[in-house]
């Protein structure tokens, strides 16, 4: 079972934008093989950060609308929220340490 949310246009402002909470969002699509590379990655930060940290996915072709908004040209892109406004930006597949060294400094 994993932790992760799946982000959409619907639930976007409720679960990343007025979250208590750092969120990771994860801007991918099914066709992108770097993003199912990180996609493990990603199920691994969700677990490991339960409580401390949203983690959740946002399909691009589905939330077209959301990817233009937030200035997303190339997938996987993550981003890190935290009240509210975007903190973080990793753009590309990246190892885990580069990752949870960016998700550290932003909760510390």
Do not use: H
């Not at 099914?30 to 946002?58: F, H, N, Q």
């Not at 930006?89 to 949870?100: D, F, M, N, V």
Request: net charge negative; glycine share 8%.
């Amino acid at each position: 079972m994993s932790n992760e949310i799946e982000f959409n246009e619907g639930n976007f402002s409720a679960e990343v934008i007025d979250a208590d909470v750092p969120v990771l969002v994860d801007f991918w699509a099914p066709w992108c093989g770097p993003c199912k590379m990180v996609a493990p990655i990603v199920e691994e930060l969700a677990t490991e950060y339960s409580g401390r940290l949203k983690v959740g996915k946002l399909n691009t072709d589905d939330n077209q609308q959301l990817a233009v908004q937030y200035g997303v040209m190339s997938i996987p892109t993550l981003m890190i929220f935290k009240n509210g406004e975007v903190v973080e930006r990793i753009i590309g597949a990246q190892p885990k340490e580069q990752l949870t060294g960016k998700i550290d400094t932003v909760i510390a």
